[in-house]
């Protein structure tokens, strides 16, 4: 079984909390142990030289009644630095001593010392306890005569220290409890989201993309659960086009289909007489094209999809308006519908892909004159701003309601309004020019009043140079 993020980073927290109690319970101690005697010792030992220099060579010399009062003075420094004070001779014999030991100090041997001028023990036997001894030479005229030795209770030098250690231990104790709470609280702040977050991607994965974050946070955890929230929302929308997609693309198919299979059967089993055949195979024909222009409307939409590489040129684009307002001669004389072309400038030089861009004017003026009355006008303008060239197609006919103006541009769709008058159109005329439009990296909008008309303008970059 896996292990949980929770409780293996709260355990790794743990086995590190502990570790550093424990090592800074073993290392500190040894070092603060290492520089008190130190400190301690080069204290007593400035003391030991102070009392070599002013009583060493007196005493060693001196007669008993001196001795005593040099024991008396001594005795005084002895409460002064809760120690006690020893003077001896280089053999060992004991002169001196604050604390009335008297005679001679056994197997007394400065030297094993070596280049110290302090002992850790009880110096030689002396004591039945540790302490700290330090150990000054006396010299007189040149000559060593004898030796301070200060010493002091080890327990006495570290019973303020160890208070204070016990002081720390509680407190660290106490700052590793707390802190352990701390890390509880914020592991499990961090691990509860994360738990969420997974539970949601696990449930993304197997197609449930209902769920939702709803992480108010506003660190890295909550911006992730933003960024998951529109990812699902995304993906439904995606999954929700592709069924529509599916489901459009099957039923315009279908339509076409079953109606060229119900003529043509009619014709084979004799329902439908041979002089009324050119009648039905143009009915055929019709949806012939139909199914023909949707197959190519759908291809181009792949093409897109997959990435529309653009061939960049320069080119008047109110010759293009003028070359294809000719291919809808025949339908707009049908219709009694007639062009005013309103151009800012004689010539309007864009750059952009004069393919795409010729298909886009086309669109455009197919959908204004399908969506037009008889006896209309559609009006056609260029003009320039800022740097780019704007391009409007505006009709009078019928307009597109408020409620579908932003879905116009959704592939298959088609308005209530528009699928009397548009038999033949495939609902993906307006995706196509979109797609080309956001291609060029430029706008296209649409204004529209149910009833009165519907204008489309986009935009294109105007030329740098003006071709020759």
Not at 362 to 370: H, P, Q, S, T
Request: proline share 2%; hydrophobic share 40%; glycine share 6%.
């Amino acid at each position: 079984m896996r292990k949980k993020m929770f409780v293996r980073l709260l355990i790794e927290y743990v086995i590190f909390g502990i570790t550093s109690f424990l090592t800074i319970s073993l290392l500190i101690p040894q070092m603060v142990h290492v520089n008190t005697i130190k400190s301690e010792s080069a204290a007593m030992y400035r003391q030991a030289n102070y009392i070599s220099s002013a009583y060493g060579p007196a005493v060693m010399a001196g007669t008993d009644s001196y001795i005593q009062s040099a024991t008396a003075q001594l005795k005084a420094v002895d409460r002064y630095l809760q120690c006690d004070v020893m003077l001896v001779d280089t053999n060992g014999n004991i002169a001196i001593d604050t604390y009335g030991h008297y005679g001679c100090i056994e197997n007394f041997d400065p030297s094993v010392s070596g280049n110290k001028y302090y002992f850790e023990g009880n110096f030689f036997g002396t004591f039945d306890h540790d302490t700290l001894s330090v150990i000054a030479p006396i010299n007189v005229n040149y000559t060593l005569k004898g030796y301070v030795l200060i010493h002091k209770d080890i327990d006495v030098i570290f019973d303020k220290s160890n208070t204070v250690f016990n002081y720390n231990y509680i407190t660290m104790l106490i700052v590793l409890i707390y802190s352990s709470v701390f890390i509880f609280l914020y592991l499990a702040r961090i691990y509860l989201p994360v738990r969420k977050l997974t539970k949601l991607t696990r449930g993304y994965a197997e197609g449930d993309l209902s769920a939702r974050a709803h992480f108010k946070r506003r660190d890295e955890l909550g911006q992730l659960a933003n960024s998951l929230d529109y990812m699902a929302g995304e993906i439904d929308k995606l999954n929700n086009y592709q069924n529509k997609f599916i489901a459009n693309v099957s039923h315009d198919f279908r339509s076409p289909l079953t109606s060229i299979k119900g003529y043509l059967e009619a014709m084979l089993d004799g329902t439908i007489p041979p002089e009324m055949y050119e009648k039905y195979l143009n009915i055929v024909l019709f949806e012939t094209e139909r199914l023909n222009k949707l197959t190519s409307s759908l291809l181009t939409l792949n093409n897109m999809n997959q990435g529309m590489m653009l061939e960049i040129s320069d080119f008047d684009v109110n010759d293009v308006i003028k070359k294809t307002i000719l291919t809808f001669e025949g339908v707009c004389s049908q219709k009694k519908i007639q062009f005013n072309l309103t151009f800012s400038n004689k010539t309007a030089f864009v750059s952009a892909d004069y393919g795409k861009i010729q298909q886009v004017i086309y669109n455009l003026i197919d959908n204004a004159i399908k969506f037009s009355n008889n006896n209309s006008f559609i009006n056609i303008s260029t003009y320039e701003k800022g740097g780019k060239i704007f391009i409007s197609v505006k009709d009078f006919g019928i307009g597109i309601p408020k409620d579908s103006i932003e879905k116009i541009w959704d592939r298959f769709y088609k308005s209530d309004l528009s699928r009397g008058k548009d038999k033949k159109g495939t609902g993906l005329g307006l995706s196509i020019v979109k797609e080309i439009i956001n291609a060029h990296k430029t706008t296209i909008d649409v204004i529209s009043t149910e009833g009165t008309g519907t204008e489309f303008i986009f935009s294109l970059m105007k030329s740098k140079e003006l071709p020759l």
